[in-house]
């Protein structure tokens, strides 16, 4: 099996890292995983995305025409990838900011209000932990645990003190995932 | 001191704050609310009229966002376009 | 050691570092930066040389004197400043010093983008500056192969005093993958016995101590002449010895897909979808691009039915896949350029539509 | 879509004191909140405008974060090889002796790989202006040390800190052009404030009257801010650039020719 | 007109003066300095553009300025001033200007000598730089040639908005022989719509005064991938009209000689000497390397029992003669390398050896 | 076989109080007769022998009449591509931090090609020394005009004349690297005649000695001769260095570090 | 017929134009001429020497490995082109400064003291005229009326007041050359 | 004044004459004869004994011909190498 997930959103929003912690929970648990982030002066001031793909098998390409699954945290992300998503794939969209409706029927669409849950758990900054809780709710490729655990794991040593707020962000995130009808 | 006022191109604003810094009166602050790119611009906070249409905003600012009128005794002025946007308008949600 | 997710910019600096490079010189571009940036940090950590180059004219004639001394030396560029070297290159090449140098391609001509690509193939491959040599070029597909090549990369330096290129794709240069790095090796203390280095040093090593000279001037058409056969010479022994290559599903494949670095990849994943559905195809992948696997690939000839040919470029392997093969096996192309990755689907739907060709053909044939 | 209040009320008897130059195409930029790039365009189109040669302007741009300023500006513009925008700005102006011929090149672009191109023109005194932007880094590669990093400071490339024994001290372009003989005109100006802003615009006007009176080389060093890649707000960035940038680099004029005397004194 | 004895390098440098060239930027570098000479003293009388420019990196970009303002311009070199544009001339295919390299190659690789050499067949044929482009080029292997070619590059270089080199070896340039120059061309007044010169003139002319820009910049891997099949079209257009070789005696011939330049001349030596003594041998003698006569070489397989290739290199463009020929037919090859130029007899030796190889082969043939 | 008269007779009590320095390679130069970069081979050598430093020296040899330089010292030799040697020098110098590392540079190679090269080395304060031979023209390519050929001077490639409107003045490079931080030694020295040469050798051997103190970049420009491409003879070419160089070329000392002083004035 | 001549000798003493004068009479009388010089560093204060072919066809190689004739006006040219020259080929001596035979006798040799014939007849710059005067005695592949007419058409104009000098100077090598034993 | 003399080795010599200039008694000539180069070197031509050792044409000379020898009281001096020719001899015919 092989899970292609494009994370996207304004830098600042955790895109590159939210990606990174699929890969690692993917490595540490036996797939072949890649990450790539998007590169370039596009970059500047404008919105970061990254692809991650977790597969039993080596990864050819590590970049994707239809991802699998698209989480988009803005919403330039969300018009850019709301019609790439491969059909019957998933769209998770940051509702706190992102004010807007797929007409796409052929895609599965989680609103998370990814914003407001990091807020109100501590700080807005966790926002990407609620969207790829929602993500990993409805995804099971990893499990939940699985990415607590490389939460603990690979966390950076100077956002420790945020490891458990994170957790619990990450949680809540699964749980509003969980709550949204399939 | 002459009364002034400003347009900004809220789209364009980047919300860097130079302008607001540059401002002799204070009358620039940063707005509650994001525009399409994920910035938030600044806007023009003048209830007691303080501008003086002095532009330094404008002279500051990176992106060219303020255009900047005075009112005054018309004089002769170089020909120089008129903004094609409307003002403090934000068209993406808060 | 285990496996660790690392970045292949990254990933290839700290197998240098491993590898016991003395000394890095470089000059920023993307996507090769991080490469720079690692180097940084870890070779002053280690008392090692790291210096940022005006240039990478500049970038590459300092290798060149440090390569002169004889230590383990390299640079990493991409496709621009890669053209800009070629001088230097060709120098290194002339006078046969060994050096290292990184390419991690991007989208041309011009300033083009700094998307992945392999559109510097015949540029690295061909003729890395003028004058008749080639360097070795060995291109990974995977950050764990790209690791294990750098540090062979030095390793054939050494060997044949010649210039080694590692060439990537931005892709591989930016992204992570998990892979295990080499164990760490020191300096050597000993330098060769021609480098320029100190004649009280070599006096004291027992070595005559005669004047060295690095140079790649040799004035007349007949000294010239000869020093080109002994070139010669020593590109035919590193042809003998020095091809690499991968291949997967090529017992019974009856349709060859050749393609190297991240094409070979996506290439791989093709086939294998394309085996599930019971195409006989299978993959050849060169590692060293040159010296190119032509033998390999006549082998090849004799027993299947088509070869395609995929790249990141408009076609530039495929002339030499041509070559080696010959008129009477087709072989075929599909190309992306500017930065575009093709996908596993385009080299399926390629394969079908050669393989049912060929089976076509083949029931034509008398 | 939402209006900001307070809504703008029009003044009895206004004029328009400020708006974007003609030169100026209204895309909008790729650069970060708070870049000064952004400044320096836009000083650059407003003299253009004033001069009334936008139809005459050519602009060589860099590789670097200005890469696509042929987009920003609203003239003929050439992207030129890293570094050798003199080069190409030569070979343009020496067949289009009418043109008005700028280069718009950062720090690295011109002080490091592109030294050579920059000495020669001016030393040949090629009729051109170059609008110089010293950041004191590499800005669209992601920060790396420039030849005009600043002792001390933290890079990507120099990542304990830039160390003079090791790469140097700061390059000083302006000084460096200034005694040139093919030079008229080598100033440096920063962007860091409204005043210094105000002066800066002053010396790119003379800088491109010097080009139209066919007198030689003339070049503005512009110190600029790259919020991204120092890693601070735009405001911050402007006092970086008061506070470390200045003392370092000395604004003032270190060439001004003869006929350009009296028009443009030092900041 | 008639013949004059003119050298080389003066020959092409008038020749392109008398084509309406308006501007040479160049640096000095041995065998082509005669030509860079030749312009410092006529651009001026003529009041043209002549700049000694500071380097060859500089050189090359200041044709790519002139070149954007659409103007006839051209530069000269020798093979390390030729690595060292490398960058340039991607920038100038990047951005389809058209612009004109003369190359007079010596040997290399590195300082080398200043000897006559081909060694740069492939920097110039494959890859004049980083991305998938190719330049023009041509081959004379008379003084005439040269001339005429001269003319011809400048025509083409503005037909197709592109590079075009002309190439030749030390001994074409160094060398005098009688030839015709051409007519004078005055500098064209009116520049083309793409140029960068005045928007005011362009409105004067009528035409739309908007911007005009000049860029190799496509920064989307899809933007740069269209450009690159734009770019591919046009250099598939160029493949379709103007391949141009040059046969002497392959009507009848068994075995063909593929020599260009320098070398071909001596081939055609060779072979006269060679057909009066009744070998049944033939010249062929591409002109245009790029694009290369392959369609050509093609058919000759299918009719001549052997082919032998002739360089001043260690074997370049034999690889494109065996790639278009296949592996059914013998391609041999004899080379001289580091400023040697084979002689006739040598030739004639090789061909009398793979002639009698290829008989005896014909009689074991079932 | 014809021995020259008068006979030479050995004096009764005598020193041998010159002769040709152990550095230097018994090769006969392929210089042209009253060449003075023969001079300049031989005052580096001597001054290589003087310090005792030949078993540790690496000479970088430029592209230029020098270009078989490596053939012409007795010791370790590296032969740069144009320009280059100073990147050259800086990567051997770097690995071989206890050689003594040198360039020896034409003005077409130094100036020219190389500028970027030489004033980056500089501006790093790289500890090598650069053996600048000024002969205002390129000789090996057959005397094509130098970014130092004088004003007026007819050259292959200025037939008539180099024109100050078109390619600039005469570079200054002594004066240019002077003010770079890292340079800490850098002066002009004529070979023109036999005074001069003395003071030329004593400037060369302060700029090893700088190497070898490890205080950064040293330079030493030589105003030089090229009968051949000037079409003088050695006696006018010396005369026109003398004459028409000098007062274009002042020689002087533009910078000598503190811990250099005392130790060799200016000329 | 083909005939490659190589002339070989210090700088100065005309090597270059000899040979070009040869190709000139070669052009002008309607044969296929090439005449390339020898060129690079070594000529610094060296010897100069170029190779001239003159033939009824298109000239292949401009170069030779053995010329039919090689004309040597110094020691070093003599000692670098004796053994060279095709067996039954002309070897030229300037016997005025080149004091050494060969011991070939395969070849034909003629000595000219051709620095005193230039001298006697007004320069010893001319010098060059003696040995080509003796090389077409005895190789008539151009007559000496056809480089006497080559001289008129293509001396320098600079050098207009020597015309007739050379002419005589070419005459007279002519003559000693005629007047040597074949 | 110190007497000397110096050695020339002639075949090394391209007789530019910079030592004759440099010689303040003007005891160097150009020989009658061409070296084997085809060079007219230079010899000491010091009837008088005038040559007074000070090297002054050994410091100008480009070809590094010149050895000298002065007549003194003998003081500590670097190891110098002794020329390998015999000078002032031409090997090749006048
Ligand atoms: C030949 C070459 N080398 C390197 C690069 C990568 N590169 C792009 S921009 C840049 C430096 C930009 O720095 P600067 O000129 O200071 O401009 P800034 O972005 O700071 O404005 C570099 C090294 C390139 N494009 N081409
Ligand atoms: C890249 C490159 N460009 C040009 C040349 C040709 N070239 C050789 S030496 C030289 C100039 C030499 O002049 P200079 O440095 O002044 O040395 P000089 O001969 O006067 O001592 C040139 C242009 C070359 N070898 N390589
Ligand atoms: S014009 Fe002057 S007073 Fe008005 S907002 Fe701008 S800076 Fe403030
Ligand atoms: S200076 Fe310009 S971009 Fe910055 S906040 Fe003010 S209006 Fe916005
Ligand atoms: S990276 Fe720096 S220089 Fe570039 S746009 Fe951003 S702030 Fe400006
Ligand atoms: S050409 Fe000039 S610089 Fe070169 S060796 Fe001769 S005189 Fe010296
Ligand atoms: S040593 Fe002095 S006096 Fe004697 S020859 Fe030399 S210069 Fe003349
Ligand atoms: S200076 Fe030297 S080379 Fe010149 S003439 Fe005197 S001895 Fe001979
Ligand atoms: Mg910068
Ligand atoms: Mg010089």
Known sequence: ?182 | MAKGRILIDVERCKGCELCREACPPDVIALADTLNSKGYRPVMLLDPQHECTGCALCATVCPDGCITVYRESVPKPQRKRKQPAYPGHVIPVAA | MSKELLKGNVAIAEAAVRAGCEAYFGYPITPQTELLEHMSKRMPELGRVFLQAESEVAAVNMVYGAASAGVRVMTSSSSPGISLMQEGISYIAGSEVPAVIVDVMRGGPGLGNIQPSQADYNQVVKQAGHGDFHPIVLAPSTIQEAIDMMVLSFDLAEKYRTIVFLVLDGAIGQMMEPAELPPMQEVKKKRPFWALSSQEARRTNGELPQKNVITSIHLGAEALHKFNEHLQRKLAQIEANEVRYYENYMEDAEVAVVAFGTAGRVAETAVKTLRAEGVPVGLHRPITLWPFPEKRLQELADRVKAFLVVEMNAGQMFHDVREAVGREVPVEFLGRMGGLIPFPTEVEAEVHALWRRTEVLEMHRP | MVTLEPPIEQLPCENLIYSRPESLAEIQTHYCPGCTHGVAHRLVAEVIDELEIQERTILVAPVGCAVFAYNYFDFDSAEAAHGRAPAMATGLKRVNPNSIVFTYQGDGDLASIGIAEAIHAATRGENITVIFVNNAIYGMTGGQMAPTSLIGQVTTSSPTGKDAALTGMPMHIAEMMAPLPGVVYSVRRSLHDARHTIQAKKAIRTAFEAQIQGLGFSIVELLSSCPTNWKMTPLDAAHWVRDEMIPVYPLGDFKVAEPLQNKNRSA
Request: net charge negative.
């Open chain 1, 1 to 182: 099996m092989e899970t292609s997930i494009v994370i996207s959103g304004f830098g600042g929003q955790g895109v590159l890292f939210t990606g990174q912690l699929l890969a690692y929970a993917g490595m540490d648990n036996d797939k072949h995983v890649t990450w790539i982030p998007s590169y370039g002066p596009e970059m500047r001031g404008g919105t970061a995305n990254c692809t991650v793909i977790v597969s039993d098998d080596p990864v050819g390409s590590p970049l994707v025409a239809e991802p699998d699954v698209a989480v988009v945290l803005n919403l330039p992300s969300f018009e850019k990838y709301e019609g790439l998503v491969k059909p019957g794939g998933l769209l998770v969209v940051n509702s706190s900011i992102v004010n807007a409706e797929t007409l796409r029927n052929d895609i599965e669409v989680v609103s998370v209000p990814a914003n407001q849950i990091a807020d109100e758990l501590g700080s807005v900054k966790m926002m990407n932990m609620a969207a790829l809780g929602a993500l990993l709710a409805k995804r099971p490729f990893l499990t939940l645990s699985q990415v607590k655990q490389a939460l603990d794991d690979h966390l950076p040593a100077r956002k420790a003190d945020l490891l458990e707020a994170n957790k619990l962000v990450l949680q809540k995130g699964y749980e509003v995932g969980t709550a949204v009808p399939a």
